[in-house]
């Protein structure tokens, strides 16, 4: 098939259908700045799938037409001032666009960043609109002759600037057999990792493992982020996402929570870990170079050669050297990095070196941290000039080497090449944005900025940060510009190393699906394989997993799209390959609810580490093998002779393309933080060890990770004992499983819509180690436990029956995951039935699950003693009630920076015998007090709104029913009959409360309705209509759980109230009648909660004892209230203590 449309439109006639030109146009980014123009006329005019007439790509050359004409709001064009669109056509799915270039054109007047930003534009409105797989410009200068001349417009732009040589040193030496070196060099016995859940980490390891990846770098790039508007490029300073904020997501966002999965994947396999974006979540930092005071040398610092200045080297002009040694068969020098670290919590660490070809093929850097030390291994013969991720580790705050500090080693690698170690510098944290680019630093953390600017922390030249016209033009091509500079040549070959951009995808919103990329704007040796190899492996694993995600993976309808880009063209520099993986389309409610899904993001990131593989497989004769899954069924019990028996269940090959395990690492722990001192044992089938000389009477945590030739497996849940030499009474049971989008982390950076950004940190979402908060509070309470999933009760791996008390974690564990299956039910049953038995259980979403929605009413009831009364308490507070076993006690469960949000802890009321231990405060506050104008908007901002254009809301002094202001919305209804006067920022409230407003009323008969949106679903809710028949000011309240009211809008919700917060979202004010223009005073918007007194927690003694929790325990703020409280429940159930213990209690 072929459509073409060629020949001559006037300008008059393409503006009066687009409108004209108008400079300053509100637009930030050169991608997106006809968003106004495809809206207008493309959107309107087209839908997707339709039957396409010849005549239809007349919207292509129209828009083409105005790519030298529109400007954005700082005077650029998309392409130079001048230019023409000649026509537009599609043949064999592919879209070609020739334009005429003015003949006057001087040297940088086109160049790559004109060709990015048209072929972005062109693919993002037309490849879904008229279902083509490739778009190609095409360009002539004005004196070729009208129908000839026509050439492929990456023929005629200028090339960026080059890229600095590499640095050889001049007794250098290419590096022996590269692959074969490297898995030797990464199989030492002692150098294991144990890593995050699902892929997010390592939170801490041993040491990097040998895997398939091993001797590979692999460099990518987390698109977009934070970036300014540089006045140096004629900018106002200010600060913009490159992507829109919709769908609780934004791509910039998006793409760096995607990258921090597969950095642990890649770093399991064996890889060199090198990204354009910091990895980790740590906005405190600490860089020590080579020459602070707080960096140490062994035998002495002379003992080290200082080198000269040099740009390569880290550090400003005066500092930027560095010191080097000669490697030796034993250790016998070191440099060690021991910063004072502000907070104590998780850091990413990264190592600095200039890379040569004198360097040693592996040197060694040693992580020290709570979990004991890590060795990782770098090759900066090929690998250098920038930030190198040496993983995730746990610190405490201060300054102690002997847990808190990196050293580098002259220990040569036990196979490989000696030759000079590098001390230069070591950094801990990301920090917060520090670039100014005229108009201030952005306030955000660098992680949330664009790669340019950490790329110019990392003090990379000009010519990787700086290659184009403006910062977001820079932008593209700075990852892959970064790759380049950094690799240097050790023999691996143009296969030995890769680079993968990641981002997300935007159409209309009827897009779903991934899409591997390749440019036509250079030639790219194997691309077109790779870009392939990544989508058709991510749609068969995801295609594969879906089953268990809340909607099926979309398919694109294509592997891969091609098209101009920057990011994975000519910026490679012909050194490796690369491509651009579209993980799934982020303006599709479906797909933004999947990525949003942090399970969903690991699968994704899995997929790209196993696309890898198979490049290096078909390309550079790599192994075809993949790292096993983890291991589940964990469980750690005292062996009854003061060791610990630690069990799993076998890890087999899974069918999205994991092998078996060939063994596994069990990794120990003192603080349930940082692991490390693994135990390794052989064998699919080797399912136990017991671990012996351990400490008494301390609390000992574990993991589990699965091992083969390919790498490592991420790690089980954390199981944990408190050791002793006999019986154990307690045991505990993590049964919190649940990960999914709804526990996300709330960001509300600031932008101009004011939505709200899911961020997938799973240290915040379900970090599987609850049994620390558990555990040290019976610990602390003077008792011994252990632990297991609950996966090994419904497995009989456990038996409960060996223990007199049961704590059951179930955390917000809900429906859809079962917070006590069937079995668990019966297991639970039968262990109450027996004598002397106690059973604390906690959770938020138990009551809801088993009493509310039916699952096991009889059990709730009549077994853990309670009945649901709401779904969300309104609070985070509960106190012990008078009389009970928890009376004097107050705990908090308000989210902080470390714990999942509990936003809707059952209520909960004491049947069967049962009592109220705790109950939850009633709650009250201000919504708005209408001071400021904040982000209300002009009544015409909303589209509902029907009334002259005249009509305005401002804040007036007077009349004011409480504060300094008063909202005062001036109505002009010429013919219109409604407005909404709209604010979607104002905070949230609970859902069980009366909302109320006070209204200045104006007489005029006209009818008001306040608007509320529930935040778990957006919909849009309406109040009952008051008529404004008074004058002066009167209260307007909503009880939202019982007055009625009726859905605005919300498509896709329930079409009730579930969430358990709401959101002030606007006034609707209808005409009646009445006068034809007039004031209308909104003042005090407040709330108040319905949950006073409601009960929190219920215990029961009669055949057994029990205590139920309405929150999760784990969720209590403070470690001293903890230990109250689960001292309190042990000393209510007689769990026993030590005899000595005991006795002086009695007495």
């Known amino acids: 098939m072929k459509i073409c449309w060629r020949g ?140 000839a001349g026509f050439v492929g417009m990456e023929k005629l732009v200028t090339p960026a600037p080059a890229l600095p040589p590499e640095t050889k040193a001049a007794d250098g030496v290419p590096g022996p057999e590269y692959q074969k070196l490297y898995r030797q060099l990464q199989s030492q016995a002692a150098a294991e990792p144990g890593k995050a859940f699902a892929g997010q980490g390592p939170i801490s390891t041993s040491g990097q493992p040998a895997g398939v990846l091993s001797g590979r770098t692999v460099f990518f790039g987390a698109g977009h982020g934070w970036t300014c508007n540089d006045t140096g490029n004629g900018g106002d300073g200010s600060w913009f996402t490159q992507r829109p904020f919709l769908l609780s997501m934004c791509e910039d966002y998006g793409n760096i929570d995607q990258v921090n999965f597969f950095a642990t994947l890649l770093f399991n396999a064996g890889a060199t870990v090198v990204c354009s974006r910091p990895l980790g979540y740590q906005t405190n930092e600490v860089v020590l170079d080579n020459e602070d005071s707080a960096v140490t040398y062994t035998p002495a610092k002379a003992s080290w050669t200082l080198s000269g200045t040099d740009t390569d080297n880290y550090g400003d002009s005066s500092s930027n050297n560095m010191r080097y040694i000669s490697t030796a068969a034993s250790e016998t020098a070191t440099a060690t990095y021991t910063p004072n670290i502000p907070e104590a919590g998780f850091y990413p660490v990264y190592c600095f070196a200039n890379a040569s070809s004198n360097r040693t093929s592996g040197q060694l850097y040693k992580v020290r941290h709570t979990g004991g030390e890590t060795q990782v291994r770098i090759n900066h013969r090929r690998v250098g000039r920038g930030w190198i991720w040496l993983g995730n580790y746990y610190f405490n705050a201060g300054s102690n080497s002997g847990t808190g500090s990196v050293q580098i080693s002259n220990l040569e690698p036990p196979a490989g090449t000696a030759g000079y170690v590098i001390a230069d510098a070591i950094r801990f944290g990301n920090g917060m944005g520090s670039i100014t680019r005229g108009g201030g630093v952005s306030g955000y953390a660098r992680e949330a900025e664009c790669s340019r600017y950490w790329l110019q922390q990392s003090e990379m030249p000009n010519t990787v940060i700086d290659a184009s016209s403006t910062d977001q033009n820079d932008n593209v091509s700075a990852p892959p510009r970064m790759a380049a500079y950094m690799r240097q040549d050790d023999g691996q070959g143009y296969n030995g190393d890769i680079y993968l951009g990641y981002h997300s995808n935007a159409f209309n919103g009827s897009a779903r699906g991934s899409v591997g990329l390749i440019t036509n704007a250079a030639s790219v040796t194997n691309q077109a394989t790779l870009a392939a190899l990544v989508s058709d492996t991510l749609d068969t694993e995801c295609n594969i997993e879906d089953a268990n995600w809340e909607y099926t993976w979309g398919a694109y309808g294509s592997s891969t799209l091609t098209s101009a880009y920057g990011e994975i063209g000519t910026g490679l520099n012909s050194e490796m390959c690369g491509t651009i993986i579209e993980i799934a389309f982020h303006d599709n409610s479906s797909d933004a609810a999947l990525l949003r899904d942090p399970k969903v993001r690991y699968v994704a990131a899995r997929s790209q580490m196993h696309a890898l593989v198979k490049y290096f497989n078909q390309f550079d004769s790599n192994s075809l093998a993949f790292p096993p899954e983890p291991p589940t069924r964990v469980r750690a019990v005292n062996s009854g002779s003061g060791g610990v028996t630690i069990s799993w269940a076998a890890v087999a090959a899974g069918s999205a393309s994991t092998d078996a395990a060939t063994g596994y690492r069990i990794y120990r722990s003192t603080d349930g933080y940082g692991f490390g001192n693994p135990v390794s044992v052989s064998g699919n089938g080797t399912v136990t060890t017991t671990i012996n000389g351990l400490t008494l009477n301390q609390v000992h945590y574990f993991r589990v990770a699965a091992t083969n030739a390919a790498g490592e497996s991420t790690p089980s849940e954390v199981v944990a004992v408190r050791l002793r030499n006999g019986p154990v009474p307690v045991l505990i049971v993590n049964g919190y499983d649940r990960i999914d989008r709804y526990n996300n982390v709330p960001d509300f ?112 009831r009549n077994t853990l003693r309670a009945q649901y009364v709401s779904d969300s308490a309104s609070a985070y507070q509960a106190t012990g009630v008078t009389g009970s076993i928890l009376a004097g006690i107050s705990a908090d469960f308000s989210p902080g920076t470390t714990m999942y949000d509990v936003e809707s802890a059952d209520v909960l009321s004491a049947v069967n015998g049962s009592s109220a231990a705790m109950s939850y405060p009633s709650s009250s506050g201000t919504v708005d007090n209408l001071d400021a104008i904040g982000t ?173 929790f309405g929150f999760p325990f784990e969720a209590i703020a403070s470690a001293t209230t903890r230990d109250q409280v689960m001292s309190a429940i042990l000393n209510f159930f007689g769990t026993p203590l030590p005899v000595g213990i005991a006795d002086w209690q009695l007495e």
């Open 8 to 147: 001559t439109l006037l300008v008059a006639a393409m503006l009066l259908m687009f409108g004209a030109p108008r400079r300053g146009a509100a637009h930030t980014g050169e991608m997106a700045f006809l968003d106004h123009l495809y809206d207008s006329h493309v959107k309107n005019s087209l839908s997707p799938g339709a039957t396409k007439a010849t005549t239809d790509t007349a919207v292509v050359r129209e828009m083409g037409s105005l790519f030298g004409l529109v400007q954005t709001k700082t005077g650029r064009t998309l392409l130079p001032t001048g230019t023409t669109c000649d026509f537009a056509e599609i043949a064999d799915g592919k879209l070609t666009v020739g334009f005429t270039f003015p003949a006057s054109l001087k040297a940088g007047d086109l160049t790559e960043v004109n060709l990015e930003n048209v072929g972005a534009v062109l693919t993002h409105y037309f490849v879904n609109l008229y279902g083509v797989y490739e778009v190609k410009a095409v360009g002539r200068f004005a004196t070729a002759k009208m129908d």
């Open 749 to 860: 950076p600031n932008n101009a819509s004011g939505s709200e950004v899911e961020r997938l940190r799973l240290q915040r979402n379900n970090s599987y180690d609850y049994v620390r908060q558990h555990g040290t509070a019976v610990a602390n309470a003077g008792r011994w436990f252990d632990s297991c999933a609950n996966e090994c009760v419904i497995n009989n791996d456990v038996n409960l029956a060996n223990y007199s008390t049961v704590i059951w974690i179930s955390g917000e564990e809900s429906s859809g995951d079962s917070t006590f299956n069937s079995t668990e039910r019966t297991a639970i049953t039968n262990f109450l039935a027996l004598s002397d038995r106690n059973l604390f259980v906690s959770g938020s979403e138990i009551a809801y699950d088993l009493d509310s929605l039916g699952n096991a009413q009889t059990f709730y």
């Open 936 to 1108: 209300w908007q002009d009544p015409n901002y909303s589209g509902q709104t029907t009334a002259n254009a005249t009509s305005t809301f401002a804040i007036v002094s007077s009349p004011t029913h409480q504060g300094t202001g008063s909202g005062d919305l001036y109505y002009d209804w010429g013919a219109g009959t409604r407005i909404r006067e709209f604010n979607n920022t104002v905070n949230t409230f609970p859902s069980n409360s009366i909302f109320s407003v006070w209204v200045y009323g104006d007489n005029s008969g006209n009818t008001l309705r306040v608007m509320l949106r529930d935040t778990a679903d957006t919909e849009l809710f309406q109040s009952s209509p008051v008529t404004l028949n008074f004058t002066g000011w009167q209260q307007i309240t909503w009880n939202i759980p019982s007055d009625a009211s009726t859905e605005f809008t919300g498509a896709g919700g329930d079409g009730v109230i579930t969430g358990p917060n709401m959101r002030f979202d606007s006034m609707l004010l209808d005409r009646n009648g009445g006068p034809a223009t007039g004031n209308l005073y909104f003042d005090d918007a407040t709330y108040t909660g319905l949950g006073g007194s409601s009960t929190a927690a219920v215990q029961y003694s009669g055949t057994y004892k029990l205590v139920t």
